[in-house]
């Protein structure tokens, strides 16, 4: 084919991204950094200054972490659980993972307010057994956020590592077996090498997913406040545009950092080498 | 190989019961009679699905919701299966970068999106926030358009196409008689996905609101803010069953092993 | 004057050449083949042909036209593809009918003409099939019809059996010959295997690295292959280098340190100091049954392969290694001193 059917097929969509995603992006990192008509990194050295500030990100940090690592932990079990089964019956378990990641994340993260509010589920049955007399607040904690965003990245993380663990051939176990290591140690050291780069692909869609994450913050956190929200509170509430900015190009660079530094462990981490 | 192993078997059941309790609960509270959402419910009312009705904003916000997934999904499809085709049906200098720019909305956080469209797209050059609101969900569905119909085109045989060709068709009249019908299913597939996307968006909607110009799940999120009462229940079990509908389409055209090959 | 001449074409990706200054002309309703190894530019000529892709040099002249620039579309010519191309959608007959409906013809002429085309590709009945339920054979056959239906001025082969099992290829290859005399319709072929090409080819250009080293009727290009690579590709893999040449009749004698050789001259082959012979030419015997002399070397057998129908020996003589196949009850044994008969008529010059 001519290239220049080739680039007028892809002028349309690289126009329109262009105009409105890149050239927007583009000028708000711009807009950080310059006050007054001179060049400054003003209001980045405001912001690491400022404990309020650092508090927030360091609340994102703590629960994107636990998040992902309890993603992983809970995830890679059940992973390789459904790799085991006959078709059939994984094709159904895997869409009863994908239904929740399909629906709404309003959905999903209201239905923790009903199950962890005061006169929630969990607090209901718990005062019920006798185990506690006043309900828990568990509800608007980073506690709440951490399950909400497990709940809400788990069927990513599923889907991620069936695919992994699929693509593993099952012969590559039973050779190592018939070389003399135990199930377990077949395990060890064939499976998990092979899914390196699965979980690592995995990390990346849920830790970003939970770093930059709004509606589960907003609804399960209550006055605690993520980098999402507090995004949202300075250019809707507040209003202060630059503030809002400069947070904006903050996520940007953490994500690309994340997905930078991920992307180069799954190269070095790589067992095909 | 099979795996007998209780344990995991125990805790895997266990795992399913945390992704699916939760949703299965909002269905049985929302048939909640009282003002108040109780689990296990009170006794057994369909009002709040009436309520539904009833509330304006829902009904406007739905239909707002509706005409920009849809639309935005159109001019997604127009602009993204000219550029997946060229992405797929030809190597070239530079063709990784421009994949990249195209699925790029996946890795860019949405909220991020959402605050820049605002401030440049809305403020500073003026777009109504209706458009700037289609504006920003066709760039959220366009990596979905592309990347599903390009695993579509990916598995073409262009040779196909060529011998369309070279039997006297023309490239245009080739797309539509041989290459479209051929990755049919992919096209709606990605429809699908891209449309629950958009539909379910929160990120972006959230900073195009104005007046008489809002998205349901910005409704409900405003709605859950301020009420407790069993509405979002009623509204989520609608939407789930949406999803269920599409999800069973979804798979009938690909199969679920789509999803796990991303 | 030759129906297709290619002049002086260039094909290149990236700046890498595929093809250089290639030139090519073929005579109305001959079958030429070009064969040759992946990657030696055999694919990139025919669908140069085609139309699938554009020289970036030269010329493409086709009954006397001009048709660098024509589309491909437009060129009227038909193409059978290695992975069939069938239109996995459309049935049978409307995968035959599709150039014809390009063509605008009535249907009942569209009908005529497609069930007249089954019939010779012996797919009668099979019309109303969709391809996923053809078998590779059958898909092959509709893929000719298909090719062959709008009539077109030149059919194009790439490599169109490879993907099918060894009986059902011998069959097809039958067929298409069949075929293509049947209608007189000129053709180019291209495969990488040799058989295949010998068998139903007028002509065959042997290829390597965007050149044609050879091209030649079948028989004389089995015979007397012209360059080392031709050789080695056919199958002639004892080489020997000569110090000294000289013409003696119908004869060139032929000497390498102390050893004399013959042989017998032919038109066209090359005049060099390069020897060539296959292993199925050579003759092994005991040091009782050859007796020394020129063309007879002594040597050492070192390996010994059975091979079903016959036996083949690598045997280390003062001339380096040399294969021979030679069918026997009792092999050689490993070490045993054996002579090797080179015929005169068998060895051939090569450049």
């Not at chain 1, 250019?235 to 940007?252: E, F, G, H, V």
């Not at chain 2, 609960?25 to 109780?38: D, N, Q, R, W």
């Not at chain 2, 070239?92 to 797209?121: C, E, H, M, Q, W």
């Not at chain 3, 011998?170 to 067929?175: G, I, L, T």
Request: a positive charge.
């Amino acid at each position: 084919m001519k290239k220049r059917y080739l680039y007028l097929l892809l002028a349309p969509g690289l126009l329109f991204l262009t105009l409105f995603m890149i050239v927007p992006l583009i000028l708000t990192v711009g807009s950080t950094l310059f006050k007054d008509g001179s060049f400054t990194f003003g209001i980045y050295l405001q912001f690491f200054k400022d404990s309020y500030f650092l508090d927030i990100l360091g609340t994102t940090l703590l629960v994107s972490v636990a998040t992902t690592l309890l993603c992983i932990l809970i995830g890679f079990p059940v992973a390789y659980y459904l790799s085991m089964m006959p078709p059939r019956k994984k094709g159904i378990l895997l869409a009863l993972a994908i239904f929740p990641l399909l629906t709404s994340s309003v959905v999903r993260s209201f239905s923790w307010m009903i199950i962890l509010g005061k006169n929630g589920l969990v607090n209901n049955v718990l005062i019920k057994l006798g185990i506690i007399h006043d309900p828990l607040s568990i509800l608007y904690t980073p506690t709440a956020m951490i399950i909400g965003l497990v709940h809400l990245f788990l069927p990513l993380i599923l889907i991620t590592l069936v695919g992994v663990l699929e693509s593993i051939d099952h012969d590559l176990v039973r050779a190592a077996q018939s070389l003399g290591a135990s199930k377990l140690t077949a395990f060890r050291k064939i499976v998990i090498p092979l899914s390196i780069p699965g979980l690592i692909v995995g990390s990346i869609l849920v830790f970003v997913g939970s770093l930059t994450a709004y509606t589960t913050p907003a609804l399960l956190g209550g006055k605690k406040r993520v980098v999402a929200t507090f995004l949202y509170q300075n250019a809707i509430t507040l209003n202060d545009w630059q503030a809002a900015s400069a947070i904006a190009t903050i996520m940007m660079i953490i994500t690309f950092i994340v997905i930078g530094l991920m992307n180069k462990a799954a190269a070095k981490f790589n067992p095909k080498g | 190989m099979k795996t007998k192993n209780p344990g995991l078997a125990l805790f895997s059941f266990i795992v399913y019961l945390f992704l699916l309790g939760p949703l299965l609960i909002i269905a049985v509270t929302s048939f909640e009679p009282g003002t108040v959402l109780k689990f296990p419910p009170t006794g057994f009312s369909l009002k709040w699905y009436q309520n539904i009705f009833d509330v304006e904003m829902f009904m406007s916000t739905f239909k707002t919701s509706i005409i920009v997934s849809l639309l935005g999904n159109v001019i997604a499809i127009l602009l993204g299966v000219p550029a997946a085709y060229a992405l797929n049906r030809v190597t070239f200098r530079g063709k990784d970068t421009l994949n990249a720019v195209f699925l790029s909305p996946l890795l860019i956080p949405g909220i991020v999106l959402g605050f820049t469209l605002l401030k440049y797209v809305v403020i500073t050059f003026h777009f109504p926030i209706y458009t700037s609101l289609l504006i920003g969900h066709t760039i959220i569905m366009l990596p979905f358009i592309i990347r599903v119909i390009g695993s579509s085109l990916a598995n073409f045989d262009f040779a196909v196409e060529e011998a369309a060709l070279s039997l006297g068709s023309s490239r245009l009249a080739t797309f539509f008689k041989v290459v479209l019908p051929n990755i049919k299913s992919g096209i709606i597939a990605s429809v699908l996905l891209a449309f629950l996307e958009s539909f379910n968006n929160v990120d972006i909607s959230l900073f195009m609101t104005g007046p008489g110009v809002s998205t349901l799940p910005i409704q409900m999120l405003t709605y859950v803010e301020n009420y407790f009462d069993p509405t979002i229940a009623a509204i989520s079990v609608l939407l789930m069953l949406i999803t269920a509908v599409f999800m069973f389409v979804i798979e009938r055209l690909l199969g679920l092993t789509y999803f796990t090959k991303q | 004057m030759a129906l297709l001449q290619l002049e002086n074409v260039s094909v290149a990706y990236d700046q890498q050449y595929i093809l250089k200054d290639f030139n090519l002309s073929i005579e109305k309703g001959h079958l030429i083949s070009l064969l040759g190894p992946s990657g030696c530019g055999k694919t990139t000529t025919l669908r140069l042909i085609a139309g699938f892709l554009e020289a970036t040099d030269g010329a493409f002249k086709f009954s006397g036209k001009d048709y660098t620039r024509v589309p491909i579309n437009k060129r009227n010519f038909g193409f059978v593809f290695q992975s069939y191309a069938l239109f996995p959608h459309l049935s049978v007959f409307d995968n035959v009918a599709f150039g014809l409906r390009q063509r605008k013809v009535k249907e009942d002429e569209i009908k005529k003409r497609v069930m007249n085309m089954l019939e010779i590709v012996n797919l009668g009945g099979f019309e109303k099939r969709f391809p996923q339920a053809l078998s590779g054979g059958q898909k092959q056959r509709v893929a000719i019809a298909r090719a062959l239906v709008i009539e077109p001025d030149l059919l194009l082969f790439d490599e169109p059996l490879s993907n099918l099992d060894a009986n059902l290829r011998v069959n097809m290859r039958v067929e298409i010959r069949r075929i293509q005399q049947e209608l007189g319709i000129t053709t180019v072929y291209v495969s990488h295997d040799q058989e295949e090409c010998f068998s139903i080819s007028d002509r065959v250009a042997v290829m390597n690295k965007g050149i044609i080293e050879q091209l030649d009727q079948p028989s004389v290009i089995f015979q007397y292959p012209k360059s080392e690579f031709v050789a080695r590709f056919i199958g002639f893999n004892n080489f020997i280098h000569f110090d000294e040449r000289d013409s003696e009749g119908s004869f060139f004698t032929l000497r390498k340190g102390n050893y004399h050789f013959h042989a017998a001259k032919a038109d066209g082959m090359p005049v060099t100091m390069k020897g060539a012979i296959r292993p199925d030419d050579l003759i092994a015997g005991t040091l009782q049954e050859i007796n020394p002399g020129d063309n007879v070397l002594t040597g050492k057998v070192k390996v010994s392969t059975y091979l079903g129908r016959s036996y083949q020996y690598v045997v280390d003589t003062p001339l380096g290694e040399f294969t021979v196949n030679q069918e026997m009850q009792q092999p050689y044994a490993n070490g045993q001193e054996i002579r090797l008969l080179f015929p005169s008529d068998k060895l051939v010059l090569v450049e």
